[in-house]
Structures are given as C-alpha cells and as structure tokens.
C-alpha cells in the first residue's frame, strides 16, 4: 500500500483524472476497475471516481508497484486503452480497422495512444501475449497507413507470422484494395498508373516524376471508377506497389485529386464538402500466395472486407447526373 497526499497544486481535480496523471503506468481501464474495487480509498473509506481532492486529503493506494513508475517508451501501451475495430482474428494473426486520425506507430506528437500500442494492450488483455514470457517478440504491425487514412492493417502475433507476412508482401502476395473518392471522372475508367515517386522528408510531401531517377521509387496502381455523382466519382484502387502517399499522389498526377486532400488538391475545390482530409479507406484484403505459405497456409485464397465505409453514405446521398 502506497499513500499520495494532496497538495494545493492538486487540490480540485477530480479523483479518477488526478490518479491518469500521477500514475502512467497504470491503464485507464483499470484505473477504474481498482477505483470500483476499493483498492483506492480516502482516510480508509471508499471514495468516488468523481470525488474532488481537497489539499491535505491523503490517499491509500492498493496497487502494484510497478504501476508507481514512469513506463519506458517500449511499455507505453500499458497506458492504452484499446478500441479496436478487430475485422478477423485467429491464433496467428489480427486484421484492425483503423479509424481516421489515429497514428499506427508514435510520431513527432510521441502520444502513446497509437494502433500499435493498442493491440499490444488488446492482446495483453486478452492473455493472447505477455512480454514477461518473451525473450524478444512483440506484436508488430506489417502494413502502415496514414494518420488520416482508415482502413484494414494487418498485426501479426507470433514471430512466425510476422516473418511469412513480411515476405508476402515483399513479394507482393497480399492484395490490398482501398476505396477512395476523387474530383472529376478519371479517363479510362479503369487503368493502370505508373510514376516515379521522390519523398521530401523536409516538407513531408511525395512528387511524382515522369521519369525514373536515382532517389526515385517506381509506384503502380490499377484504379477502376464505380460510379460518378455531382462531379465526384467513387474509385478502387488496388496497389501494385507500397509507397507512401502513392493513391493521393499518382490520382492528383491524373487530375483527379481525393476528396479533402489539400496536400494534393487545393482548398478551392474542397471548399463546401464535408472533409477535412482524404477521403481513402482501405476497406479490402485477399491473401492470394501462389506460394507456399507455411503456418498461414490456411490463409491463402481468404479475403476479408469492413463492413462500413465512412465517406460512402455521403457519396450515394449526393444526387445522381440526369441525363
């Protein structure tokens, strides 16, 4: 048992945000269970999550001692708690649907609320991982999408996993299909797209070349348009290659940027709609392995799909051209 006492800088809060602050390590999920368990209590009495401190209030805690430290970076997701959109899960592997404006992996914001660190406290959770018991695995991630992008990303659970998923997608065994919705019609309705694209760390920004050069990475995409209303046309894109912003890129190269993209686009032609950002979901995945596929063997031939798209009710309100 630990004692906290009030000070006049903590004096008014209430009980449960005083105790997020004060203890890091400890989830917010079971910030609250231990709170309804009475392993918090105040002058010996139960005390409410709503309670607010007064100066001089002395508080006995019930916690482990590991929960009164400063977890390091790599136990950050003990701080997390999940709010996972799971599409499919086995012993294996574990397919999230990742909403728009949350990061996969910490960025320069270092918020320890990412997708990662919550499938780590998913999983921890659940009994399905336990660090203490690893000499060196983690959860990992084996595919990555933009803050504001959404859509399926794939975790891998066991090491073996994480090696054969790698490869798959390396070799480019894992077909991923996003759905996106752009200005204008593209012609053809459906085609290939080929550009060489050159990353600009400094102003964090992808330009498509004509032609390929030395720090130059070759992007490909199959894009089909099903279905256009009010000058905004509702597209598939299947990647043929992984590069960073490659939809948002290569479509505006075409003349069609996403919808709500002004990276790409410009505020003027998203002035009026209902996006702040890209309207790009990943939303489909096929395990195609025309090779051998070891523990995910099981896998091959399987799709799987979410079962909403945010930004389709929008698009099939939006009335239809008359001819």
């Given at each position: 048992?630990?004692?906290?006492?009030?000070?006049?800088?903590?004096a008014?809060?209430?009980?449960?945000?005083?105790?997020?602050?004060?203890?890091?390590?400890?989830?917010?999920s079971?910030?609250?269970?231990?709170i309804?368990?009475?392993?918090?209590k105040l002058?010996?009495?139960?005390?409410?999550?709503d309670?607010?401190?007064?100066?001089?209030?002395?508080?006995?805690?019930?916690?482990?001692?590991?929960?009164?430290?400063?977890?390091?970076?790599?136990?950050?997701?003990?701080?997390?708690?999940?709010?996972?959109?799971?599409?499919?899960e086995?012993?294996?592997?574990?397919?999230?649907?990742?909403?728009?404006?949350?990061v996969?992996?910490?960025?320069e914001?270092?918020?320890?609320?990412?997708?990662?660190?919550?499938?780590k406290?998913?999983?921890?959770?659940?009994?399905?991982?336990?660090p203490?018991?690893?000499?060196?695995?983690t959860?990992?991630?084996?595919?990555?999408?933009?803050?504001?992008?959404?859509?399926?990303?794939?975790?891998?659970?066991?090491?073996?996993?994480?090696r054969?998923?790698?490869e798959?997608?390396?070799?480019r065994?894992?077909?991923?299909?996003?759905?996106?919705?752009?200005?204008?019609?593209?012609?053809?309705?459906s085609?290939?797209?080929?550009s060489?694209?050159?990353?600009?760390?400094?102003?964090?920004?992808?330009?498509?070349?004509?032609?390929?050069?030395?720090?130059s990475?070759?992007?490909k995409l199959?894009?089909?348009?099903?279905?256009?209303?009010?000058g905004?046309?509702?597209?598939?894109c299947?990647?043929l290659?992984?590069?960073?912003?490659q939809i948002?890129?290569?479509?505006?190269?075409g003349?069609?940027?996403?919808?709500?993209d002004?990276?790409?686009?410009?505020a003027?032609?998203?002035?009026g709609?209902?996006?702040?950002?890209?309207?790009?979901?990943?939303?489909?995945?096929?395990?195609?392995?025309p090779?051998?596929?070891?523990?995910?063997?099981?896998?091959r031939?399987?799709?799987?799909?979410?079962?909403?798209?945010?930004?389709?009710?929008?698009?099939?309100g939006?009335?239809?051209?008359q001819?």
């Open positions: 048992m630990k004692e906290l006492v009030i000070n006049r800088n903590d008014g809060q209430r009980l449960d945000k005083y105790l997020t602050k004060a203890l890091p390590a400890l989830p917010p079971l910030l609250q269970k231990y309804r368990l009475k392993r918090v002058g010996g009495k139960r005390v409410e999550k309670y607010r401190l007064q100066e001089g209030d002395v508080l006995q805690l019930y916690i482990s001692d590991e929960f009164f430290s400063t977890p390091d970076p790599e136990e950050a997701w003990r701080t997390v708690t999940p709010r996972l959109d799971v599409v499919y086995d012993e294996h592997i574990l397919l999230v649907n990742k909403p728009v404006g949350l996969v992996h910490e960025d914001s270092s918020t320890p609320n990412t997708l990662i660190n919550q499938i406290a998913y999983l921890y959770n659940k009994g399905d991982w336990d203490g018991q690893e000499a060196s695995f959860p990992a991630l084996c595919n990555r999408i933009d803050r504001n992008t959404g859509g399926i990303v794939i975790a891998a659970k066991t090491a073996a996993a994480l054969i998923l790698n798959k997608i390396r070799d065994e894992i077909s991923k299909y996003y759905l996106c919705l752009v200005h204008g019609v593209p012609r053809p309705a085609g290939t797209l080929t060489y694209l050159r990353r600009d760390l400094e102003k964090k920004q992808v330009f498509a070349l004509k032609h390929k050069t030395a720090d990475l070759t992007a199959r894009y089909t348009v099903l279905e256009s209303r009010c905004i046309s509702l597209v598939e299947r990647l290659t992984g590069r960073t912003h948002r890129v290569q479509m505006s190269e003349g069609h940027p996403l919808v709500g002004t990276k790409y686009g410009t003027a032609q998203n002035r709609l209902p996006y702040k950002h890209q309207a790009l979901w990943s939303y489909r995945l096929r395990f195609d392995f090779t051998g596929a070891g523990e995910l063997e099981y896998l031939g399987r799709e799987f799909q979410v079962q909403a798209v945010p930004f389709l009710e929008y698009f099939y939006l009335p239809k051209k001819n």
